[in-house]
């Protein structure tokens, strides 16, 4: 009763303002750098193959460290995590701002991860445990526009402070801005953490570093190195063979640093799975699309950025309608709608011609990222909803850790899809191409008849790409119909924690 009197008390909106501002510029920072990598491998003097390790080193870090981020949760308070990730975040954006070779870059960049990894699941947990079930959806779509308005800001501001500054302004843009909402944190934050015993498991921590980084770092380098590289398929089965350790030894702890046995609940399993789908179909469009306008069709990295900024306000518009309707109608009429809009627009998108308009590219995508408004939030927060309340730090890591290796596997099978079946357009369209010629072309001739072949094949195979995608979100439309509004189960675990809780409060009094 004392439980369910403290859970309708007001949230404390000061701490989820505090953990939200800090979580926006961690995001915002990453949606930032990725329109800068050109012109960071022209001043630094790296390729494309070294400068995506300032994309794929944020993703293995975080990848790495969100699984022990339930164990942190539990360990230290909000206040000791929050000014830790800040603080980490702050001296890797500080360290980057002044790299001048690569190496210093990288580390920055690394260090911003160990820090933003530790910020998303901290900030999931809290708006778990600050609303109760009713008033869920609404709190986590205001949540949800918080963090989308990152993304949809971030590349047309990149474009921006690319073509009148250097590289380097955009993580002093954001020092400042990291140094004040850590200061804000430090005064503001008072929470602490009653004493625990919780130890962390090193040998676990080991497999889940070799597993999940394994696994990312193979699927991360299959789209440079092939599926035949002993690199990828190696890394890949060292990742899945200590994963599989790793959970195993995790089932048989009495307090896993991160708990699988989550997975017996069905509706927590079911938005995973759904939740991992559907994050492979939308880097689809955050990938081909980009490299469709910029190679392709010539269009400028502010102009593409400007592309995508529509369909990114609209989604961030979204989160706290859809919330709210999310706690009147649940998640599976929302989830239902919502990918039948995406398959309907992903197939769309793989007809696309040397001749599509920039105004039907921005319908689209704005239409897609309209779809995928209502599924993430409300399919994550209905799986979570089901948990017992010890177990949200491990939900939230899980689901945290799942979507950057959903995220990894789908960027490396549509970048695959799109490599592969390029090559295979491009020998078909040259055979094509040399069956009408009547003269020995001149050389002039041949090399603009390649050039022309290998546009029309990279078309092509971003066009094939994006029907793989047609088929992902069909399936994550089929899982769809089987969810079912989500009440949180009882758990003899909790009760126990809350007579702790209850008892602990007594004795402060």
Request: charged fraction near 15%.
């Amino acid at each position: 009763m004392e439980q369910s009197n403290k859970q309708t008390n007001r949230p404390p909106y000061g701490i989820i303002a505090v953990l939200m501002i800090g979580a926006f510029i961690a995001f915002l920072n990453n949606t930032l750098l990725n329109i800068a990598l050109p012109s960071i491998m022209k001043d630094l003097d790296v390729e494309a193959s070294t400068v995506q390790w300032l994309t794929t080193g944020f993703m293995l870090v975080n990848g790495i460290l969100i699984p022990t981020t339930a164990f942190l949760i539990q360990k230290y308070s909000v206040r000791q995590l929050f000014l830790t990730a800040m603080g980490l975040f702050t001296i890797g954006t500080i360290l980057a701002g002044f790299a001048h070779v690569f190496p210093i870059l990288l580390a920055g960049r690394m260090i911003q991860a160990s820090g933003s990894a530790i910020m998303m699941p901290l900030l999931m947990n809290v708006m778990l445990t600050s609303f109760p079930l009713e008033k869920r959806g609404t709190a986590m779509g205001f949540f949800g526009l918080v963090l989308m308005f990152a993304p949809a800001i971030g590349p047309t501001l990149s474009g921006w402070i690319i073509e009148h500054y250097d590289w380097r302004m955009l993580f002093h843009f954001i020092t400042p801005i990291a140094i004040i909402v850590m200061l804000i944190g430090l005064f503001k934050l008072k929470d602490k953490k009653e004493k625990t015993y919780n130890r962390l498991d090193f040998l676990s921590l080991l497999l889940s570093s070799i597993g999940f980084g394994g696994i990312l770092y193979g699927f991360s380098s299959a789209g440079k190195e092939g599926w035949d590289s002993p690199e990828v398929y190696g890394t890949i089965a060292v990742g899945v063979v200590s994963l599989v350790v790793f959970i195993i030894r995790q089932l048989k702890q009495e307090r896993p640093m991160l708990n699988f046995k989550i997975y017996k609940y069905p509706a927590f399993a079911l938005a995973s799975a759904i939740s991992m789908v559907v994050t492979m179909a939308m880097f689809s469009g955050m990938i081909l699309l980009p490299i469709y306008v910029q190679t392709i069709r010539g269009i400028s990295p502010l102009d593409a950025g400007l592309m995508l900024l529509p369909g990114a306000i609209v989604m961030a518009i979204m989160m706290p309608i859809t919330g709210k309707l999310f706690d009147k109608f649940g998640g599976r009429l929302l989830a239902i709608i919502g990918l039948t809009i995406t398959v309907v627009t992903s197939y769309m998108l793989s007809k696309l011609t040397l001749d599509t308009t920039y105004p039907h590219l921005i319908m689209l995508y704005t239409f897609r990222m309209f779809g995928m408004s209502m599924v993430n939030m409300p399919v994550t927060t209905n799986g979570l909803n089901q948990l017992p309340a010890r177990f949200y730090p491990h939900g939230t890591a899980m689901n945290s850790t799942m979507q950057q290796v959903s995220g990894a596997i789908g960027t490396a099978l549509l970048v695959t899809v799109m490599s592969t079946r390029a090559k295979t357009h491009a020998t078909e369209i040259g055979a094509a191409a040399m069956k009408h010629l009547t003269k020995q072309p001149t050389p002039q001739v041949i090399a603009e008849m390649k050039q022309q072949i290998m546009m029309k094949a990279m078309l092509e195979g971003i066009n094939d790409a994006f029907y793989v995608s047609v088929f992902i979100a069909g399936l994550a439309l089929v899982l769809a119909l089987f969810i079912k509004r989500a009440k949180q189960a009882e758990d003899s675990g909790d009760k126990q924690s809350a007579s702790n809780k209850v008892t602990g409060k007594l004795a402060e009094n």
